[in-house]
């Protein structure tokens, strides 16, 4: 039998090591490995093919929920698109080594600031196979080396895209080390990966809020967690009508199973009877089950009850929770008690009120007169993301590249001493 | 007898609702604060000069060792320097709701991102009283909340101190419990407030190598960590000698206590003859010990052995290190290996050993013809500092106001929605 406390010391050790490479590597050799590796995909999309089906039989067998099933399965098309994902990550501008902030002090040095990785990144997931390319190409880019650990169902998916990354790496003569799927299955393996603070800079853990919530507390490095999203819009009193039934509509609606989707709705009392019945009317069209406070009972007469835990609650169903306020104050009151801090609109023409709402609401994207929907790492520009972060420390919101890396202080001189 | 827990718990309820207010805070409230604070320390110096001298009558009788007594010690002079340091804090700029890098994307949206405080700051430290006007003035400027846990031996003193900080933020119509000094020494306080993620978002503990690894251990809440300075200068062989010698004593002899402080020295092969001699013997002429290599013992007869340990060493005294190295990449290669990772100097006339070291050297300080004794939060112009990263993570290097803050995501829209 395998121990599995050796097998992670030794990932852990290889890694550290193709790391002080990777911090090296040009952005050149990064760019070939991700071209490369994008190839390699295209190329072996039929061994990958076979990998996958042999994981979904096995799913199949053990009868795993279609919902896995679905999010287990590679297609032809997703593995092209997996292959672009790899030449768009590629295209991105390197972060590293970049150079900023230099500023002259009085003692005649220059300081600055130079973007740097952020060394060895681990990173936990579910069984999606196409985060195991994703999840290699940014941290490949980003100057880190790379410890995957996938989901048990996607064990040879996985395995078969490694062997995709690893080629790739070796065209562009950068080590094979510095991305590493872990190979077994034992659960034990992730308790040793998030506690290697000697070979491991920090964890991402992507998936359920079980998952994550088990890693923070195992954890001896860093974690950047992307934990549920109870998103908030708040229709304000001075509110333009319309936009504030398109952006209710979109956040909710537009798509129900993902994180920024809007899972409560704050309305201020001087509008509600005007402008809820509407917005009421178009989600209830769509399906959506609204459970209200009295006041928005009394205004939408399909509205169901809505409990305490109902403000907290992460639906990512066609459910609402709506609760009538008396103001922008109460609204921020309101989302900074329940919400999971992770997206939150508000539709006002008043400048006053989409100002307070920015500064006072504690959550990692702040909007006006926009959807939810939005926060998005590949919406905000970074071109892609390894997850949205719920943490305040280190990285907030859409963690792209500039979430990978860190920064260290640079002084330039010309043979200054301190006084 | 008080339950340690339940007085914990109470401190970190307090300390989140207090950090909601501060968030809030205006740049005109923080710093009537802070001035309101300066004020009240100069006007109560003469409570706090007898609240330290029962402090330290206590830590003479207890026997406690002559270099803690002094810094425990609080004289007009310094309570005068400490009123300053608040006045200085209160003249930064503010760097709450800075918005930055707002971007309009395809869609319409503008995204950006502003500053926000981290919450509420735990900070652990030994028996300095100094250490807390100046933690609470820069954690209420970054609009957070503070818990401050002293040394128990300072406890008098700090209790005075956290007195005139109440008083100012009262003054300043803020929350008192914006800062609050934890009032037991038992030790079991400090083992809850770093296990509290609930309230408390970020620990920095300040002091021996032993606190901040038992902290780091214990922590269930991320840590700023400021371990030792095992700092370097690499002599190149392109270097410009007189600034090789005065860099290289600025760096090891300005101070010999501080973390910033040489404690290794290597110099290439190529100009060890020529110089090592010279360098060697300025600093021997200051009383300094030098601990060699074998080919440093041929250059200089007064070198005694370095072991192994020798390389890893922070001494904190007149010793240091040398090695005769090859060239750049041995240089990086040993600092890599041995360093902590704090401060690293190169002094070379050559442009690509320069950019070789700036990029290589995984340090959060690397610097070009300068002296490590640069590496400080003043000397970079952060106007002061909180404690000096040796993390990768969130913050490294010099830690000030920007440390002590994180950003949210912003959106500005006219209505938008995804499609």
Redesign the interface.
Known sequence: MMDVKEYMTGIGRAARAAS?EM??ASTAEKNAALLAIAQAVRTRTESLLAANAADLAAAQEDGLAAAMIDRLTLSAKAIETMAQGLEQVARLADPV?EITDM?R?P?G?Q?GK?R?P??VVGIIYEARPNVTADAAALCLKAGNAAVLRGGKEAMRSNQAIAACVREGLRAAGLPETAVQVIETTDRAAVSHLVAMPEYV??IVPRGGKGLIERVA?DA?V?VIKHLDGNCHVYVDDSA?P??AL??V???KT?RYGTCNTAESLLIARDVAADQLPGIAAVLIGKGVEIRGCAETRQLVAQAKVATEQDWYEEYLAPIIAVKVVANVGEAIAHI?KYSSAHTE?IVTENYSNAMRF???V??????????T???DGF???LGAEIGISTD???A???VGLEGLT?????????????A
Do not use: C
């Open positions: 002080r911090a090296k080594g500023k002090r003692t040095i300081v130079m740097v952020l060394g800079d920090v507390r001896r860093p333009d319309a936009k398109r952006i509509d979109n956040a537009q900074n609109a920015l500064r006072e504690d959550s990692s994207s702040v909007m006006v007169n926009a959807s929907r939005f926060a919406e905000y520009g305040k420390f280190h907030r919101g859409p860190s920064q260290k202080w640079i002084v330039l001189g010309n043979g200054e001493v301190r």
